[in-house]
């Protein structure tokens, strides 16, 4: 069977039903591309083991450091250091955003909360 095409922002509108609910979109050996939509602002957190990667799809975001913002708009890539904590935050409504990390990865790291999700779903 030929891999499945997915177009994320078309799934995440389709699939995805609560903000910060990241839902995988396909394993790449040991990681996986999650695709979330973003709420107003989530847990401060820092992932000790994991660097994590964002591509934001549509929609800007924020992502909080301790020593301040860093803004990405739609197409903008960054990558967060493991150990560094961070805060992600749209800027616009449910902005959908791709993340590269880690099959393990905890979505809220350090920081277990009400916003932790232990089990994904899939696209």
Same mark, same amino acid.
């Given at each position: %069977?030929?891999? *499945?095409? $997915?177009?994320?922002?078309? #799934? #995440?509108?389709?699939? $995805? #039903?609560?903000?910060?609910?990241?839902?995988?979109?396909?394993?790449?050996?040991?990681?996986?591309?999650?695709?979330?939509?973003?709420?107003? /602002?989530?847990?401060?957190?820092?992932?000790?083991?994991?660097?994590?990667?964002?591509?934001?799809?549509?929609? *800007?975001?924020?992502?909080?450091?301790?020593?301040?913002?860093?803004?990405?708009?739609?197409?903008?890539?960054? /990558?967060? !250091? *493991?150990?560094?904590?961070?805060?992600? *935050?749209?800027?616009?409504?449910? !902005? /959908?955003?791709? %993340?590269?990390? !880690? #099959?393990?990865?905890?979505?809220?790291?350090?920081?277990?909360?009400? @916003?932790?999700?232990?089990?994904?779903?899939? @696209?």
């Amino acid at each position: %069977m030929p891999p *499945r095409k $997915i177009n994320l922002v078309e #799934a #995440a509108d389709q699939k $995805i #039903a609560k903000v910060f609910d990241p839902h995988i979109a396909g394993d790449v050996n040991d990681a996986q591309a999650k695709v979330a939509k973003f709420g107003e /602002v989530f847990d401060w957190h820092a992932h000790d083991h994991e660097d994590e990667a964002f591509l934001v799809l549509r929609g *800007r975001i924020a992502i909080d450091f301790r020593d301040g913002p860093v803004e990405l708009g739609e197409g903008d890539f960054i /990558v967060v !250091p *493991r150990g560094v904590e961070h805060r992600p *935050r749209s800027l616009t409504k449910e !902005p /959908v955003v791709l %993340m590269f990390e !880690p #099959a393990t990865t905890l979505n809220t790291g350090n920081a277990k909360s009400e @916003l932790t999700v232990s089990e994904l779903k899939r @696209l």
